[in-house]
Nanobody, 127 residues
Framework: QLQLVESGGGLVQNGGSLRLSCKAS????????IGWFRQAPGREREAVAC????????HYANSVKGRFTISRDNAENLVHLQMTGLKPEDTGVYYC????????????????????WGQGTQVTVSS
């Protein structure tokens, strides 16, 4: 059974950093993409970053380029989202998602396209 579990959220000051992790289990990651999405209160879920295992390619939303980095840890079947230069507008619940690359690439930013989701982790950036 495919499962995703996020961790690493918390409260941080404006300009601070956090690292989120997504632990994947129950499937072989090679043919999958892992995405990070976020949802602020009263807003739609939006794409943040995506990692493609087959070619190690990464993709980012314009709003986080240069500040966030998505990476994998093969040994632990983890995908990390390193967030730096955090802003209050980065506040929200962050979710990781997984699906076969063929199902979500190249247009990875549509949350409706992704099948598997974690439970989410809260990130709050104070001003």
């Amino acid at each position: 059974q495919l499962q995703l579990v996020e961790s690493g959220g918390g409260l941080v000051q404006n300009g601070g950093s956090l690292r989120l992790s997504c632990k994947a289990s129950g499937f072989t990651l090679y043919y999958y993409a892992i995405g990070w999405f976020r949802q602020a209160p009263g807003r739609e879920r939006e794409a943040v970053a995506c990692f493609s295992y087959s070619d190690n390619s990464t993709h980012y939303a314009n709003s986080v380029k240069g500040r966030f980095t998505i990476s994998r840890d093969n040994a632990e079947n983890l995908v990390h989202l390193q967030m730096t230069g955090l802003k209050p507008e980065d506040t929200g619940v962050y979710y990781c998602a997984a699906d076969l690359e063929a199902m979500v690439l190249p247009d990875w930013s549509d949350p409706q396209a992704w099948t598997y989701w974690g439970q989410g982790t809260q990130v709050t950036v104070s001003s």
